[in-house]
Nanobody, 113 residues
Framework: QVHLVESGGGLVQPGGSLRLSCAAS????????MGWYRQAPGKQRELVAT???????NYADSVKGRFTISRDNAKNTVYLQMNTLKPEDTAAYYC???????WGQGTQVTVSS
């Protein structure tokens, strides 16, 4: 069974940056399509970005140009670089294997002055 562990969340001021990491166990990570989701209090979970095993990416309109998803298959890790953060980016961020429906435990991102 594959496990996902997110890290890198925290408190940041508006306009700041954070990089989230998601480490996966398992030897076939490189074949997985991975995604980052987020869920703000009282809102539905929303898809933020996805990346295929070959590196093709897609983004929600709300984060295009500010967030970048990437992966390092040698390290079984997917990243979410978040720049120019806004208060509305505040949420719990979750990593997921879209192929299998596996989820991590989430990491909190709070954007506030």
């Amino acid at each position: 069974q594959v496990h996902l562990v997110e890290s890198g969340g925290g408190l940041v001021q508006p306009g700041g940056s954070l990089r989230l990491s998601c480490a996966a166990s398992g030897s076939i990570f490189r074949f997985y399509t991975m995604g980052w989701y987020r869920q703000a209090p009282g809102k539905q979970r929303e898809l933020v970005a996805t990346i295929t095993g070959s590196g093709s990416t897609n983004y929600a309109d709300s984060v295009k140009g500010r967030f970048t998803i990437s992966r390092d298959n040698a390290k079984n890790t997917v990243y979410l670089q978040m720049n120019t953060l806004k208060p509305e980016d505040t949420a719990a961020y979750y990593c997921s294997i879209l192929t299998t429906g596996t989820w991590g435990q989430g990491t909190q991102v709070t954007v506030s002055s």
